[in-house]
């Protein structure tokens, strides 16, 4: 059952007395909440000019509820909108720009259009301002978030309502003499036009020539995100009109070019490389009205692909390529790499060598991994020095360099090499190589006699048998006598009491080489012993 407040409402809103307006006039400006959100409501349902004008009239003293009451049944009010709009007093006419501004009444430019014809109209500044942010609103919210605050309220079919605005702004075309803010009515069909778009083409193509002329100016100077977006979607186009390629090729502004790197695509379609193409001269870079340093580090790998895509001549991408070598991201410099073919060996010498000693981490890392691809002379050597670079980042990328250089190249090739460099190559691996200690004692467990052998030569040789101490001594049991033999030979180098433990056991081994063996390994222990003083402890025999 409707409780009595409801009732009274209710009746107030199908009665024919004037004095039932004049009561919910009243009402609208009472302090309840509840009573003037049903006051708005009855007003409105009520659908005559004179409840709805009201209702607008009071637009400041409306609370929050009662201005939610209002949007929501804005879609009632669209005809008084529209009186307030061009021929009401300054207050209504206020309110009712803040009502479209504030509740998306897009059916209204129309209206606002109808303003701007009008020379001595007073609002005229503030339908363009409007007109303005409505475009901007839309152009925001037509991007799918890329361009939208969190904080921003939804349009509701923004598709259509781009389309309401836009053949609202086309009719103006058609009148575009009378217009007083004619720039700004063609800025906001350029925000949210389409190359495509019926109101952009004949903005080019049927306008009159100071539509055109006013229209190729924007191009070449507006700096809303919108035309910007305009003239890249253009480089899509089979036939982009020819005043986007003057626009591409004419201006310097920070922001086009900042926007032009942000928005150049990875892949670029057969079209888009056809146009770029077209493009042999850039004002900003030739001219330098733009310095490549202001350039943020974010935007050098898409510059690189930019430059590379026009149709400039090859020394001037070279130079500029160039450039971001010695002085771009990590990214640029990696994405301008391709043209080292084509610069001279001491040009990339000199680039690398400069590199490796920045003071950017990532260049360093960027020119150590260039060494070798770009045939540096001593490009081992370099590559060596950096395994004990400071920075983390660097080693790894030396090593990732290094990395064919690893214990099972080493195995293959340590029987060829003298104990001197067999102990630098030792030393070395440790460091391109993090797991050769690992690998190797897996080496010492192979089931194939002859690796076990090898691993346990390699593993003194290489000065890393103290590493595998562990993998040697169990060698001293091994089932092969000459497996046996070949561990009690090579721990001579390693005199700890653990070793002289296995070793002192094998001279009770059954084969008589193996016995020698350890023998002759005892016996120059305790003469190095001797040699250096070192007191020798009896070794227990188990």
Not at 55 to 68: D, H, N, Q, Y
Not at 492 to 502: D, H, N, R, T, Y
Request: aromatic letters at 4%; charged letters at 25%; hydrophobic letters at 40%.
């Amino acid at each position: 059952m409707a409780d009595p407040l409801t009732k009274t409402f209710d009746v107030l809103t199908t009665a024919r007395s004037l004095s039932a307006i004049d009561l919910l006039v009243l009402a609208v400006e009472s302090n309840r909440t509840s009573i003037q959100e049903r006051a708005i409501s009855a007003l409105l349902r009520r659908g005559a000019t004179r409840c709805q004008t009201e209702v607008i009239r009071r637009l400041p003293k409306l609370s929050v509820a009662g201005r939610k009451a209002l949007e929501e049944q804005g879609s009632r009010i669209s005809g008084t909108l529209r009186q307030c709009l061009l021929h009401g007093d300054t207050e209504l006419r206020t309110n009712a720009f803040a009502i479209v501004k504030t509740m998306d009444c897009f059916d209204q430019v129309p209206s606002l259009i109808s303003i701007l014809e009008q020379r001595d109209d007073p609002f005229q500044e503030t339908a363009c301002q409007t007109l303005q942010d409505m475009a901007s609103r839309i152009y925001d919210q037509s991007l799918g978030g890329a361009g939208r605050r969190d904080s921003d309220r939804p349009v509701r079919n923004v598709q259509q309502s781009k389309q309401t605005v836009l053949m609202a702004l086309e009719a103006a075309l058609n009148r575009f003499a009378d217009l007083s803010y004619a720039r700004e009515v063609v800025e906001c069909i350029l925000v949210l036009g389409d190359p495509d778009s019926t109101a952009v083409r004949k903005i080019f193509v049927q306008s009159s020539p100071a539509c055109r002329e006013l229209a190729a100016n924007l191009l070449l100077t507006s700096k809303h995100a919108g035309v910007m977006k305009l003239l890249m979607d253009s480089m899509g186009q089979n036939y982009p009109n020819t005043k986007a390629f003057e626009a591409f090729e004419k201006r310097s502004d920070p922001e086009f070019v900042f926007h032009v790197l942000r928005a150049f695509p990875k892949r670029l379609s057969e079209n888009q490389q056809k146009n770029f193409k077209q493009l042999t001269r850039l004002a900003w870079i030739h001219e330098d009205l733009l310095p490549l340093e202001e350039i943020p580090s974010g935007l050098h790998e898409s510059f690189s692909a930019y430059v590379q895509a026009t149709g400039m001549n090859l020394d001037e991408k070279i130079e500029i390529q160039k450039w971001l070598l010695l002085n771009g991201s990590m990214a640029g410099r990696q994405a301008a790499t391709q043209i080292l073919e084509s610069i001279s060996p001491d040009s990339v010498r000199g680039i690398l060598f400069g590199s490796l000693d920045s003071e950017d981490e990532d260049i360093q890392v960027w020119a150590t991994s260039q060494l070798r691809a770009q045939g540096v002379p001593d490009s081992i050597r370099l590559l060596i020095e950096r395994l004990d670079n400071p920075s983390a980042a660097v080693r790894e990328a030396a090593r990732g360099e290094l990395a064919s250089f690893d214990l099972s190249l080493v195995l293959n090739l340590f029987e060829h090499l003298d104990r001197n460099l067999c102990l630098r190559v030792g030393s070395l691996i440790r460091k391109t190589d993090p797991g050769c200690v690992q690998k190797l004692m897996d080496e010492l467990n192979q089931p194939i006699r002859r690796r076990r052998i090898r691993a346990a030569r390699a593993a003194e040789a290489l000065g890393l048998a103290p590493d595998v101490e562990r993998g040697l001594l169990a060698m001293l049991s091994d089932g092969d006598s000459i497996v046996r033999r070949i561990a009690a030979e090579l721990l001579v180098c390693m005199p700890s009491p653990e070793v002289i433990v296995g070793l002192t056991a094998l001279l009770q081994d059954a084969s008589p080489r193996v016995r020698d063996a350890a023998e002759r390994s005892l016996g120059e222990i305790g003469r190095s012993r001797a040699k250096s003083h070192e007191p020798v402890e009896p070794a227990a025999v188990p």
